[in-house]
Each structure stands twice: as structure tokens, then as C-alpha cells.
């Protein structure tokens, strides 16, 4: 992408939602004979134009390694990709560029805290709080955390309705408690987490809150500082851009303290064998060579994320989330899980006795694209003591007739099962 290109995205028009599905060529295909129907944004969204136009510009016309050349292309690439960070850290209202760091995700992005920020103060006996309706990549790399310091992993307990219970949440904030980990949304259930009332409790005992966002960041406006999130972790490819690039947001005084994650290229300012000295945040945590087009296509996501606007994606999305759910509702023999009175965008459900695989598969039949299985939140399934769960999950693309459509297949897939 040239630098004219760069500045046509920046400057992009204000985009009506009713128009952006035309935006994601991915969309426009049958499936099966059928048009398709997309929707399991919550794995993984499809990407519009704009993101898909920058990654191919990028590859065809400024590739080259970043932060290492004099030539021109290395510039431009470094332009590119440091201008999705400035991109990164305004979406979320971060105080300063330098407490932006690239991951390959939000999964890498909570390993990295948990092994960098917490392993070295970690003691036998001290505390991580969790809840339990997180995501594995929330959970396992805790898990991984205690068995290597003798630390305890404690779970905060969830409700029927699939919201956590803030009362005992907060309760189990004691005085060993070094960290508490939540979702923002629920991958699974699709629960809004209370993070400002979490955030201010865990505060108030000077205990610091990674917030898992991967679920929350194409749906809903953040402000990580007034949320005063200690470390916030998102995934690109969740809100329209690339696999293998995501964010770990966190404040710069907890950077200061954190030795790198990994050790290489471009995180250090000198390299003796006698000793190293590490480079400034954030390349202290950006190790080898980076995912160069992917952070160009999470750049160019954020830009058409705000050409769109995040209050109206919301808007459309809850509109969209209770006509899903009030049609879901229609059904008989449905069960629906999570059921939350604070959701977002993700609406898990049951159909008789039918396994939710079948009833993935009978519906890709149809066209129709869902997500079927534990959704790595094994825990909530045992919870409600069911194997899994169909989902169907919503982006800013989708409209009515997408949910018409479902359960028009999901009425075929009960007469096939009758
Ligand atoms: N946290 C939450 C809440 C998630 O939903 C996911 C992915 C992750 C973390 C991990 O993100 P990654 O990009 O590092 O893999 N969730 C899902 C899902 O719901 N279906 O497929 C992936």
C-alpha cells in the first residue's frame, strides 16, 4: 500500500451498517446451493475489502522487514506497521503508543502476561482469580503459571443465566489474590461482564485486572482507561483482520516492570556475550521479525471499524441479538444457554435431543454457518452438564433474513430428526 493509499483509509467516509455487507466479498457466495449465511463471527470474522485491499497492497508494493532498513520499502514498511499501532492505541483509548505490544493473539497475549508479569512475583500460596466462564486460553496458561510457582487457581462461580456472580467474585479478592483474569464478554454465553465494578473492587485491594477481550473488542466501544484495565487482550481476526495478529494492551508502569517474554531480534538495543541490554517498550515484548501484514490489515480493521462506528454496530448488533433470540425462542423444544440480561452479539442454544454436531451439519447443508461444540469453555459445559452447544454468533454484516434463514434450517433439521 502506498502512503496515498494510507491516507485515503484515515480519512474514510462514514460507512451505513446497510451497506457493509457488501463490503466482505466472503459473504457474497452459496453454500451447499444455498447463499450463505455467516454466522460464527465469534470464531472468526470475515474481512471487508479495505482489510483484505491493504494486506494485498502491502505484500505487492512495501514489503520488506521493519525497524532494520535504510531503503525505501523498509520505511514504508515500518511506516505501515507503526501506524497500526497509533491505529490500535486510539481504538481503545490507550494513553501512549508504547503500551501497545503485537501478539500473534489474545492467546499469546495472556501467556505473555502471565509468564512475564506474574511468574517472577509469584509465591506458593499466592492466588490467581478467574471465572468460570472463561475461555481455555484464559484459563490453561494460569493453570501452566501454578504448577510452576505452587500458586492456587480459584474460580469464581457463575449463575443459571450464565453472568458471573460479582457478589463472590469480589469476595474471593483476598490479600493472596496477585491477579484477577476475566472475560469481557463470554465466548460461550455471551455475558457483559460488571468490569468497572470488578476492575474498582480488585483495585481497591491493589490487585491488577487482565481483561480477555477477544469477545468484546468488534462489538462494543473500549475505553481502556476509563475501564483503568491493568492489561487488556484482544485477537485481530475476531474484528475483521487477519489470523495471527492480536493486541496486549497494558499500562506502561507494568511494562517497566515485566523482563521480555522472548528473547531475539529488534528487543534489544545492544547484544554483548558478556550482557544484553533490552530495547524501550514496546519492542522489549516484539521479539523477530513481526507479523508485518497482519498488524497493516488490523490497522486498516480499525479504520473501517470507525468509519462504520462503534455505537451503531452495538445498536444493530443488540437489535439483531433479541430479534435472534425471540425467534429462537419460538421454537419448540429450544434451550437456550445463556440468557444473561447484559449480552453481547452470541446466543448458544439446544434443540431437543439433537447433537449439536448434527445440528451444525445439517445446517452447513442449508448454508448456514454456526458454531458447534465446547467452544474451548469447557468448564461452562460442565457447568450445565451438557456436551456442548450450538451458537450462532453476530457481526455488523448480518440482518434479519440471516436469522430467518437459521431457523428455517434449524425447523428442516427438527423434521429430519422427527
Ligand atoms: N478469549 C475468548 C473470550 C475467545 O472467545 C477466544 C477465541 C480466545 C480468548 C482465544 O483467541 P485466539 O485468537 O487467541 O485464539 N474464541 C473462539 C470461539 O469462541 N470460537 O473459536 C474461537
Known amino acids: 500500500m502506498t502512503h496515498s493509499a494510507k491516507v485515503s483509509i484515515l480519512t474514510a467516509e462514514p460507512r451505513p451498517i446497510a451497506a457493509c455487507r457488501a463490503d466482505f466479498p466472503g459473504l457474497a457466495q452459496e453454500i451447499n446451493g444455498e447463499p450463505l449465511v455467516y454466522l460464527d463471527s465469534a470464531a472468526s470474522s470475515q474481512a471487508p475489502n479495505v482489510v483484505i485491499d491493504a494486506v494485498a497492497d502491502y505484500q505487492r508494493h512495501d514489503h520488506a522487514n521493519v525497524h532494520r532498513g535504510v531503503h525505501t520499502l523498509s520505511h514504508r514498511a515500518t511506516d505501515l506497521y507503526e501506524g497500526a499501532r497509533d491505529a490500535v492505541q486510539e481504538f481503545i483509548g490507550a494513553g501512549s503508543r508504547t503500551e501497545i505490544v503485537f501478539t500473534r493473539g489474545t492467546t499469546e497475549a495472556i501467556n505473555l502476561v502471565a509468564q512475564s508479569y506474574c511468574r517472577p512475583k509469584l509465591d506458593a500460596g499466592d492466588k490467581i482469580l478467574i471465572t468460570h466462564l472463561e475461555h481455555h486460553s484464559n484459563i490453561v496458561p494460569w493453570q501452566m503459571l501454578c504448577k510452576q510457582t505452587g500458586a492456587e487457581l480459584v474460580v469464581a462461580p457463575i449463575e443459571q443465566t450464565g453472568q458471573v456472580d460479582t457478589r463472590q467474585l469480589i469476595e474471593l479478592m483476598d490479600d493472596r489474590v496477585r491477579i484477577v483474569a476475566v472475560a469481557h464478554v463470554s465466548n460461550a454465553l455471551g455475558s457483559i461482564l460488571p468490569l468497572e465494578e470488578i476492575i474498582q473492587a480488585a483495585h481497591h485491594r491493589d490487585i491488577p485486572v487482565l481483561v480477555d477481550g477477544a469477545q468484546a473488542v468488534p462489538h462494543l466501544s473500549i475505553d481502556v482507561r476509563t475501564l ?73 480493521a480499525i479504520h473501517y471499524l470507525n468509519s462504520v462506528g462503534l455505537d451503531e454496530i452495538a445498536a444493530h448488533e443488540n437489535r439483531l441479538l433479541a430479534y435472534l433470540t425471540r425467534s429462537l425462542e419460538g421454537i419448540d423444544d429450544i434451550r437456550l444457554i445463556g440468557t444473561a440480561d447484559n449480552k453481547a452479539s452470541v446466543q448458544s442454544f439446544l434443540l431437543g435431543d439433537i447433537h449439536p454436531h448434527d445440528i451444525g451439519t445439517i445446517l452447513d447443508h442449508q448454508g448456514v454457518a454456526i458454531r458447534t461444540g465446547h467452544h474451548c469453555a469447557m468448564p461452562v459445559m460442565d457447568f450445565y452438564g451438557i456436551p456442548g452447544t450450538a451458537r450462532a454468533s453476530l457481526a455488523l454484516y448480518n440482518n434479519e433474513d440471516d436469522i430467518d434463514r437459521l431457523i428455517a434450517a434449524l425447523a428442516k433439521t427438527k423434521e429430519i430428526f422427527a
Open 228 to 300: 483503568d484495565a491493568d492489561f487488556y487482550a484482544f485477537s485481530g481476526h475476531k474484528m475483521f483482520a487477519p489470523t495471527g495478529i492480536g493486541i496486549l494492551y497494558a499500562k506502561e508502569a507494568l511494562l517497566e516492570t515485566m523482563p521480555p517474554y522472548q528473547g531475539g531480534g529488534d528487543m534489544i538495543l545492544e547484544v554483548r556475550f558478556d550482557g544484553t541490554t533490552y530495547n524501550e517498550l514496546p519492542y522489549k515484548f516484539e521479539a523477530g521479525t513481526p507479523n508485518i501484514s497482519g498488524a497493516i490489515g488490523l490497522g486498516a
